[in-house]
């Protein structure tokens, strides 16, 4: 078998020791032609296009992992495509998830990747030698001039990427095409008065053209960096928007936990394909779940030699504090965006100073190499 046109794909299937090798079949069925193999007649189809059972290792007394060769032709270079020959139809089984995905050189690359990666977000905001710093812009409900004024408290006290909350979109209180450019000129102020390079990261949404259309205001207005959720607005959405930009993504990971696809691979290796230059993902020890060992295979599967692919930036949050900036440090490594939101808000009349105890975290002496 020719392996450079083959994907092996990697379920986590609970079953029994008499019945998986039918269901790791059924798999391979529904994964890549969706039919009884007696249907298929035709010999290019039989060769070439019907996945295969490429092995099955027991992972606990009901549980295995199953690797499937699944022929890369079918998914057509495109993102949604690979997601859907990888997990489409199998994902409605409650008893799999999909584990991993190994691609066949060069595969990957056609998606082309991170276009900036960990080069150019340095490049972009100027920060080497340390992680960047990143808050956000919260909560819904404020007015464009509350962002604005927030924005503006960020870039004085040295803080590298101001992103939009996630949540925001074109809501009645501070709509896109108000709050955009207000908050951006905000920051082009403050930088211009402190020296900085803060960048900011509004939020795109909406379907694709308006998604696009948004992007290149933005840039016209001299937004530098965008964010988008992938799983919301479509992994097709982000792979078009890294080609059409022409600035660094952000990538949120709303509703990729309903997914029953691994994080690392979700967001570490496929996001990082479909061309998102920094991931955030939910750290451990925040308001969500996920353990320790996970967060660090997402942040490597992001960064590490990989296909040729430039790396991403990890960009652990949620929930995360001051407090936590030399354990995050410690794990993670200098090429990582730390985002801390909420924990800083709370200090209300106080959030210069909270913020300027954040940056001063991120900058102490001693660094981490």
């Known amino acids: 078998m020719d392996n450079s046109r083959w994907i092996d794909a990697t379920y986590r299937v609970r079953a029994s020791a008499d019945t998986i090798e039918a269901r790791a079949q059924a798999i391979a069925l529904e994964q890549s032609i969706e039919l009884p193999l007696a249907a298929v007649t035709d010999a290019r189809v039989l060769r070439d296009v019907v996945a295969r059972v490429a092995g099955i290792v027991a992972v606990a007394h009901d549980a295995f992992d199953v690797t499937i060769r699944l022929a890369a032709e079918t998914t057509g ?34 998606f082309g990747g991170p276009r900036f990666g960990v080069a150019g977000l340095r490049d972009i905001t100027g920060v080497h030698g340390r992680p960047l710093t990143c808050s956000a812009l919260k909560p819904q409900g404020l007015t464009t001039v509350q962002f604005a004024r927030l924005a503006d408290t960020f870039v004085r006290a040295g803080i590298d990427v101001i992103k939009d ?67 919301v607005s479509g992994v097709a959405s982000l792979a078009a928007l ?16 309903g997914a029953r696809i691994a994080t690392p691979l979700l967001l570490g290796k496929l996001f990082r394909v479909f061309g998102a230059d920094a991931i955030i993902f939910a750290n451990s020890g925040g308001r969500f779940g996920y353990p320790p060992r996970t967060c660090t295979d997402i942040a ?3 960064r590490r030699p990989w296909h040729g692919l430039a790396p991403a930036m990890p960009v652990p949050a949620g929930g995360m504090t001051v407090e936590r900036v030399p354990e995050m440090r410690a794990r993670f490594g200098d090429d ?12 209300h009349d106080d959030l210069f100073a909270r913020c300027r105890a954040f940056v001063a975290a991120v900058a102490a002496e001693g660094e981490i190499r």
């Open 165 to 231: 909350d996630h949540g925001l979109a074109d809501q009645s209180s501070a709509p896109f095409a108000e709050r955009v450019p207000a908050v951006q000129r905000a920051v082009d102020i403050a930088n211009r008065e402190t020296g900085s390079r803060c960048v900011y990261a509004p939020s795109l949404t909406g379907h694709y053209g308006e998604i696009r259309a948004r992007a290149l205001d933005a840039r016209d207005i001299g937004v530098r960096m965008l964010m988008i959720a992938p799983m």
């Open 77 to 110: 270079h495109e993102a949604g495509q690979l997601v859907n020959m990888l997990f489409g139809n199998t994902s409605m089984h409650d008893d799999v998830s999909l584990v991993d995905a190994e691609f066949p050189d060069g595969y990957a690359a056609r």
């Open 242 to 257: 890294a080609r059409d930009a022409g600035l660094p993504i952000l990538a949120h990971p709303s509703m990729a936990g």
């Open 300 to 302: 490597d599967a992001a």
């Open 336 to 347: 990582t965006m730390l985002l801390i939101g909420g924990s800083l808000l709370v200090a």
